[in-house]
């Protein structure tokens, strides 16, 4: 099968684009990676969660592509919740690999913040069960915090060990161009920050904003023909689910389908996550991205928090994790924020990120995850 190739990445900086609309937003991040990579695509991927909702925009594959001057392509929508844009590199990935397409466009957009709060809130509790837990009045936050309380208690983590987290994102963010909350915290901050759903807090949880990234992806065939030959490629790929209604998972302190997900991009790719430089993991809350550096085989159960609060994962360390100041500072612009991850990661290989950057990078991973952990895409690229 055809190696799949990163062959040119677009981000906009996410922020409340108040004078722009979703094919905006859509079309500046196509464009950049149209142009870094130098060629258009044979197909087009677009990765949304609530265009539906809060734009009332369907047919999303045709409404963007035809907006950038691409019609009589193929043309798709790829929706997984908040792992939509990790979903749809995946798809991208599985059709150059295919052999149906060269090349594909992968555009990942949302537009939150024209509504409020409680709005785009109910949009997204979408990602959980409307009928088991949203109809008994379960948010989204509510739900990642029943998580996060069990796994304190279990393993006897203390607040101030989980602050640490969001302490660090937001330090990596100050240098990232493109992140839409560049403001340093420290633990105590996050400690005395209004209670969402206890013991969640307001620093614990991810920003609305409004985004678009876009990387393309070529075969090899296609690589050969650029004017530069990308150097970063998709090594390996895996996509996983669970339970959707989170009283019916095994395990209520884990994501068993990130370790899923994980071990097949691994195995793909031919790597151990000791090999891993560089990832982008997906934390729209605190407790996420400490449960995945578990899954993810970065840590022993129970210990993630922990280690993180002494300094395992921050910048200097191997894995770097998140230096673009991941979704708790960077943002979270939902169905976009795969495909930011994957542009990050591409960067950090080829040695272009603007911010904090991972020197002599050759391995990275990107975990995406759709709903409180039952969509979760992994994707492991490397320095050709």
């Known amino acids: 099968m055809p190696r799949v190739y990163v062959a040119g990445v677009g981000m906009t900086k996410i ?11 859509a079309a500046e991040a196509a464009f950049r990676a149209i142009d870094d990579a130098g060629i258009k695509p044979d197909a087009v991927i677009v990765t949304s969660m609530l265009a539906s909702k809060l734009q009332e925009q369907d047919n999303l594959g045709a409404y963007v592509a035809a907006g950038l001057g691409l019609r009589y ?4 929508h790829v929706e997984a919740a908040c792992g939509s844009g ?23 957009v949302e537009k939150m913040t024209d509504y409020p709060t409680a709005i785009v809130t109910a949009g997204l509790a979408q990602a959980a069960d409307a009928e088991y837990e949203l109809y008994y009045g379960a948010t989204f936050t509510g739900l990642n915090a029943l998580m996060m309380r069990y796994y304190m208690e279990k393993y006897g983590v203390t607040r101030d060990e989980m602050s640490e987290w969001p302490v660090m994102m937001h330090e ?12 340093r915290i420290t633990r105590e901050d996050v400690a005395r920050s209004q209670v969402i759903a206890d013991p969640i807090r307001l620093l614990d949880s991810s920003p609305i904003g409004d985004g ?10 296609a690589a050969k023909r650029l004017p530069e030959k990308p150097i970063v490629e998709i ?42 430089d560089v990832m982008e993991i997906h934390d729209a809350f605190t407790i996420n991205a400490i449960l995945l550096l578990e899954e ?17 994962f921050h910048p200097g360390d ?16 939902v169905g976009a924020t795969g495909v930011y991850q994957v542009a990050e990661v591409t960067m950090q290989l080829r040695g272009d990120f603007p911010g904090v950057k991972v020197d002599g990078a050759e391995v990275g991973l990107a975990v995406n995850v759709g709903g409180d952990g039952s969509t979760v895409s992994a994707l492991v690229l490397r320095r050709a």
């Open 235 to 276: 090594a390996g790929a895996g996509l996983a689910v669970d339970t959707v209604e989170l009283s019916n998972r095994e395990i209520l302190d884990g994501m068993p389908a990130a370790r899923k997900a994980a071990e097949q991009a691994y195995r793909m790719a031919g790597v151990e996550p000791s090999k891993i």
């Open 86 to 108: 990790g979903a749809g590199v995946y798809t991208g990935f599985a059709l150059i690999r295919s052999g149906l397409v060269d090349s594909v466009l992968v555009v990942g």
């Open 212 to 221: 678009a990234a876009a990387v393309l992806l070529v075969s090899e065939d």
């Open 73 to 76: 392509r193929p043309a798709l």
């Open 15 to 25: 922020d409340r684009h108040y004078d722009k609309g979703i094919l905006d937003l």
């Open 172 to 183: 990596n963010a100050l240098s990232n161009p493109y992140a839409q909350i560049r403001r």
């Open 318 to 333: 191997r894995p770097t994790a998140n230096p673009s100041g991941g979704l708790k500072a960077r943002g979270h612009p």
């Open 296 to 312: 993810l085989g970065f840590a022993e159960k129970g210990r993630a928090a922990k280690l993180v609060a002494e300094g395992r």
